[in-house]
Structures are given as structure tokens and as C-alpha cells.
């Protein structure tokens, strides 16, 4: 089992920056793509970024070129660095860890994230 501890929540206007922090613990070995998703009320979860162990990243349109994501495997942490946010961004934010031996996937508590205009 691995748990997922996520912080980093607020309340941040239009055009600021927020960062979001996520600890692993448990089974840490198993873990390998680790990833953030949002969901805001009436839509369905997205991917907002993920990242591999051997730190390549991928984004949604959505968010390309403001969030960024990066992970310390030493201190097994994943951060989502989100600047220039929007209001659209305003969602609950979820850590996610793949199990790379068995594709399960972990997820952490989501943190609140609101963006006023």
C-alpha cells in the first residue's frame, strides 16, 4: 500500500501562484508515474500533470507552459508548481501514484483550490 499526503491548499486571485506538495509513504518501491488531477464541480476529473520516474512530464493543453510539475525520488515527494492561474482552475486536486508492478493506482486526499477573478 502506499499513502499520499497532500498540501498545499488556497485561496490565490487570478494570476498568482500556488504550490502543491505531495508525500509518499508505505510501498514507495512500487511507485512510478506520479501524476496531479483536478476536479471542479460538474466536470469530470483531468490530468493536470504527470511525470515518470525518470522525470519526463506531460500537460494538458490546459495548463501547458503555467504548471509545472517535478518530483524528488530521494525524498519521494511530487510538487505541482501552478502560476498564472485562472479562474477555470479553481478544482479539487488530487496526488496520484501508479503501482508499477500491478498498474494500481494510489490517490491522496484532494486539496482545495480556488482561483477568484
Known amino acids: 500500500q502506499v499513502r499520499l499526503v497532500a498540501s498545499g491548499r488556497g485561496l490565490v486571485q487570478a494570476g498568482g501562484s500556488l504550490r502543491l506538495s505531495c508525500a509518499a509513504s508505505?510501498?514507495?518501491?512500487?511507485?512510478?508515474?506520479m501524476a496531479w488531477y483536478r476536479k471542479a464541480p460538474g466536470k469530470q476529473r483531468e490530468l493536470v500533470a504527470r511525470?515518470?520516474?525518470?522525470?519526463?512530464?506531460n500537460y494538458p493543453d490546459s495548463v501547458k507552459g503555467r504548471f509545472t510539475i517535478a518530483r524528488d525520488n530521494a525524498k519521494n515527494t511530487v510538487a505541482l508548481q501552478m502560476n498564472s492561474l485562472k479562474p477555470e482552475d479553481t478544482a479539487v486536486y488530487y496526488c496520484?501514484?501508479?503501482?508499477?508492478?500491478?498498474?494500481?493506482?494510489?490517490w491522496g486526499r484532494g486539496t482545495q483550490v480556488t482561483i477568484s477573478s
Open positions: 511525470i515518470t520516474t525518470g522525470v519526463i512530464t
Open positions: 496520484n501514484a501508479q503501482d508499477h508492478l500491478n498498474g494500481a493506482d494510489y
Open positions: 508505505g510501498r514507495i518501491f512500487r511507485v512510478g508515474l
